[in-house]
């Protein structure tokens, strides 16, 4: 099994008062990524069965590791 990918959750993407542990669950909740340019969208249930929108990007502070860059409830999205 290879090295865990590193995940680092940034200040912005917790805005919207959705913690650490909420982000990463929805997003091994979600499965296979939908890639967007440079951008992973995340879409998974967190552990209190809330649908989250989860954005990741490369990190630029740890190379090869993901940084989350948004997550927002999923309802709140028009396009849902």
């Not at 990463?24 to 989250?52: F, K, Q, S």
Request: glycine share 12%; charged share 25%.
């Amino acid at each position: 099994m290879g090295k865990p990918l590193r995940i680092r959750v940034t200040r912005s993407a917790r805005r919207h008062r959705i913690g650490n542990a909420r982000i990463l669950t929805a997003m091994r909740h979600a499965g296979r990524p939908t890639v967007i340019g440079n951008r992973l969208v995340y879409v998974g249930a967190d552990d209190r069965g809330v649908e989250l929108v989860v954005l990741a990007v490369p990190d630029n502070k740890h190379g090869g590791g993901l940084a989350v860059i948004h997550a927002v409830p999923a309802e709140w999205h028009t396009w849902r």
